[in-house]
């Protein structure tokens, strides 16, 4: 299926690594130029090199940290007008929230809900003028689903998808969409620190503690993130101007509802 995506340009934030480099790599596949961003120099080159090795697409690292403004400055210079913005940033500690602070949340605030908002700020009205934009917000699994250890993402990321709700009903008129992502369990690094506390906490081997994961999931397995990158790819197509405002939850059926 060819998603009429040659020739576009896309800024895939925090994809060095995990679900951010599964969505570089199928933007990459369908003929997009990709900037891509994370704060580890090493492994971010290493990934644009890779990516650009199976694909031929051009990629451009910007090594930074896309939650502050000289990282969204360095990776919009690299990138003034792109056509896709895929934003992303690690989630904030699990903990209790009787001990967080007020810079605590700030912080979750800051990567999980305003640095993405900052990003649309900065390359909506160019997509708008020139009739096409695609914007994917990859949030959790628990906006729908909240984990009371994940308070802080629980938040932060819900304020993100209520802001999108309002904005992505005004530009869609534009050819312009805005839609989430919603990830359930992955096999990336952030899955498998889990694993690591959770197995020693019972006395367990990380790999027992990740097939119990999966064995509690309907599809008894973990998502693996090409099928994350697979779905981004379908939203930022041409032929996807239809989907609008949308909350796509990928997690194996684990969220039990009718609808």
Not at 13 to 42: P, Q
């Amino acid at each position: 299926m060819d998603l009429g995506l040659q020739g576009k340009k896309a800024i895939i934030c925090a994809a060095s690594k995990g679900l951010g480099r599964a969505c570089a790599l199928a933007l990459a596949r369908e003929g997009v130029d990709v900037v891509i961003t994370a704060r580890n120099a090493d492994v971010l080159h290493r990934t644009a090199e890779e990516i650009r090795a199976e694909t031929g697409a051009t990629v451009i690292p910007v090594v930074g940290d896309i939650t502050t403004e000289e990282g969204r400055t360095a990776a919009l210079a690299a990138c003034p007008n792109p056509d896709i913005l895929v934003n992303n940033a690690g989630g904030p500690p699990p903990g209790d929230f009787r001990n967080w602070s007020q810079e605590d949340w700030i912080r979750a605030l800051n990567a999980n809900m305003l640095t993405a908002i900052f990003m649309i700020r900065a390359v909506i009205d160019g997509m708008c003028a020139r009739r096409f934009g695609r914007i994917v917000n990859i949030t959790s699994a628990a906006v729908k689903s909240p984990i009371a250890v994940l308070g802080l993402s629980n938040g932060a990321r819900t304020g993100l998808t209520g802001f999108v709700a309002g904005l992505a009903r005004e530009v869609a008129q534009y050819n312009v969409t805005i839609n989430n992502l919603l990830p359930g369990p992955f096999m990336t690094d952030r899955l498998r620190a889990t694993a690591v506390a959770e197995a020693a906490k019972h006395g367990r081997s990380v790999e027992e503690e990740l097939n119990l994961r999966a064995q509690s999931n309907p599809t008894r397995r973990v998502g693996d993130p090409a099928e994350f990158g697979a779905a981004c790819a379908f939203l930022c197509a041409a032929s996807s101007g239809f989907i609008v405002g949308q909350n796509l939850l990928l997690d194996g059926g684990a969220f039990n509802s009718t609808f």
